[in-house]
């Protein structure tokens, strides 16, 4: 038996919408400044790029410092003061420093959000010498 001609109007006429939708994809980190795992010197800013545009104001980012030479058991610390912008191809947020970072380890924590508001967490760490 033959599906009635209207019910595969209606599936063809579903799928073309279906396809025509468009797809939403989160944003990954495609490359940051420091690398993730590096060790580095004079730090004063980072940067992060993403595999598509982002919100730079529901966008940003954490830095803390996870350890130091030469003190055993030390507090993670939370970095401030740095100022977030977002460049002017819409994918990389930098961050900018008020001062060189001090050696030590350091976690670096982001979020980006699309203007779809398609929302993607991450983090990573890096070393300072």
């Given at each position: 038996?033959?599906?009635p001609r209207s019910a595969v109007s209606g599936l063809i006429a579903l799928l073309s919408f279906a396809a025509a939708t468009p797809t939403f994809a989160q944003p990954?980190?495609?490359k940051s400044t420091p690398a993730a795992q590096s060790t580095v010197s004079n730090v004063k800013a980072l940067t992060l790029t993403f595999s598509s545009a982002i919100d730079g104001p529901s966008s940003g980012a954490a830095i803390v410092m996870t350890s130091m030479p030469g003190?055993?058991?030390?507090?993670p610390m939370t970095v401030t003061g740095f100022k977030t912008s977002l460049g002017t191809?819409?994918?990389?947020l930098t961050?900018?420093?008020?001062?060189a970072l001090p050696a030590g380890t350091y976690t670096l924590s982001w979020h980006?959000?699309?203007?779809?508001r398609q929302r993607q967490e991450g983090k990573y760490?890096?070393?300072v010498r």
């Open positions: 038996m033959k599906p990954s980190l495609v003190m055993a058991n030390h507090a191809d819409g994918k990389t961050l900018t420093l008020p001062r980006a959000v699309t203007s779809d760490d890096f070393a």
